[in-house]
């Protein structure tokens, strides 16, 4: 259990609050070195144990979410090609069920997603949707900068639509001239 003392503690409760801390700031805040912040940091992104990446509102992104369950042979074919997928805000498995939670902008664009995922494993047994809507202050990672669908069958682009969110609130009536 870790104690809320603990510099381990502190280091990521810091990263938590300011992905873009300095490394001085946290040398501050844990009590360690610049030098053995920076050595920490470093291992922990080299090792893949942490990753600072940015969140953004789901008002900005997209709302509109599904719950996908996929009964599958192979759930690795699956998760491996849509780990990095911007629109998956989490995977789980059960056996041989697959467990997705994505969203996007609209119901249609969620559909031609759901769509792309299905058609990567030719195993699939059976999958159920179950189509909601996630709350407008819920922040969403971004995973991949240049996201590329390119290990999808069903590939007509090489981006998905609307994978990197505009970064601007439509509807934001006080920049429009009346």
Wanted: charged fraction near 25%; aromatic fraction near 4%.
């Amino acid at each position: 259990m870790m104690n809320k003392d603990d510099a381990d503690y502190k280091l990521i409760a810091s990263l938590i609050d300011d992905g873009r801390i300095s490394i001085a700031e946290l040398a501050k805040i844990t009590g360690l070195s610049y030098t053995a912040i920076r050595n920490k940091l470093k291992r922990l992104l080299g090792n893949g144990y942490i990753e600072i990446k940015p969140l953004v509102s789901a008002k900005i992104a997209g709302t509109t979410a599904a719950l996908l369950r996929i009964k599958t042979r192979n759930p690795a074919r699956i998760i491996d090609s849509i780990i990095d997928c911007n629109k998956i805000i989490g995977i789980m498995t059960i056996g041989e069920e697959i467990i997705i939670m994505l969203y996007s902008r609209t119901k249609g664009d969620l559909a031609l997603t759901i769509d792309k995922i299905l058609s990567i494993d030719d195993d699939v047994l059976e999958y159920s949707i179950e189509y909601g809507r996630l709350p407008s202050n819920m922040k969403i990672p971004l995973k991949s900068s240049s996201p590329v669908c390119s290990t999808w069958k069903y590939n007509p682009l090489e981006m998905c639509s609307e994978c990197l969110p505009l970064l601007r609130i439509r509807n934001n009536r006080r920049n429009t001239r009346k």
